[in-house]
Every structure is written in structure tokens, then in C-alpha cells.
């Protein structure tokens, strides 16, 4: 993917903080929202959740997972999305830590437990560069 590709995706990600997660263990299916930060360098995405979800349960049985992060419009010519597929972990680097806490400072006084998903494979839609215009990234 060029670096042009991959910066139209992160300013798409950088503008919004909600994605919508799917998980998956055995024949049990979990769809649900986080808030979230994106660091464009290492490809991840920083989450919070406890141990305690549907999806985290599902997590630890399969890592593998999948998302979008949308632009509600009713507009066609708007429209716009990411969807992603990912492994998710628990997260351990400091920096990811920090961006997510930068981000949302509040969270703080929560003291949450935080995830990365490392970024397998991107798919953004943007119709604003035509209709149905599709920008794909892989992980090599």
C-alpha cells in the first residue's frame, strides 16, 4: 500500500473514536462498540474492555477479529468507512498505552484494562473519490 493510501485511512481513523467490533469463538458471535485510538506507525488499535464481555470471553478463545469505523450519512456521495481484520492482544507497549490515555484522559480514573488489535488487513470505501472507490492494504 503506498504511504499516501495508508495516510488517507489514518486521517479517516484519527477523525472518529468509535469502531464496531466482531469476535467469534466456536459458534458463539459478539458484535460490540469501543472507543478506540489508532497509532499509524505500528498499525493497532488500542482498546479498553473487561475481562467480564462476551467479546473479551471470545477473544481469549480466538485472537482473530474483525471491525468497522463508519461515517454515519445519508449522503451517497459522502459516505465513507474502514473495515479491518486484526489479531487482538493484550497490550503491553507503553507508547500505545499513553495514545490511548492522551486521547481519552478521563479514563485514567478508571484504570482499564487495555488491548491492542494489530492490523492484518484494511479496507477503507471513500465515495468521495468515486462511487464505490475502494482502498485495500495487506499486511505482508
Known amino acids: 500500500m503506498s504511504s499516501s493510501n495508508l495516510?488517507?485511512?489514518?486521517?479517516?481513523?484519527?477523525?472518529?473514536?468509535?469502531?464496531?467490533?466482531?469476535?467469534m469463538s466456536g459458534s458463539?458471535?459478539?458484535?460490540?462498540?469501543?472507543?478506540?485510538?489508532f497509532d499509524k506507525d505500528k498499525l493497532s488499535f488500542v482498546v479498553a474492555s473487561s475481562d467480564d464481555t462476551t467479546h473479551i470471553k471470545n477473544i481469549l478463545k480466538n485472537q482473530s477479529v474483525a471491525g468497522s469505523v463508519v461515517l454515519e450519512t445519508k449522503s451517497v456521495g459522502k459516505i465513507q468507512g474502514v473495515q479491518f481484520k486484526g489479531v487482538f492482544s493484550r497490550l503491553e507497549d507503553?507508547?500505545?498505552?499513553?495514545?490511548?490515555f492522551k486521547t481519552f484522559p478521563y479514563a485514567l480514573t478508571m484504570n482499564p484494562k487495555l488491548w491492542s488489535i494489530k492490523i492484518k488487513e484494511f479496507?477503507?470505501?471513500?465515495?468521495?473519490?468515486?462511487?464505490?472507490?475502494?482502498i485495500i492494504w495487506t499486511r505482508s
Open 28 to 37: 458463539e458471535l459478539s458484535v460490540c462498540n469501543l472507543f478506540y485510538a
Open 123 to 134: 479496507k477503507m470505501t471513500d465515495n468521495r473519490l468515486g462511487f464505490g472507490k475502494k
Open 94 to 100: 507503553s507508547s500505545l498505552k499513553s495514545l490511548y
Open 7 to 23: 495516510d488517507k485511512i489514518d486521517s479517516f481513523l484519527q477523525e472518529h473514536h468509535v469502531m464496531s467490533l466482531a469476535t
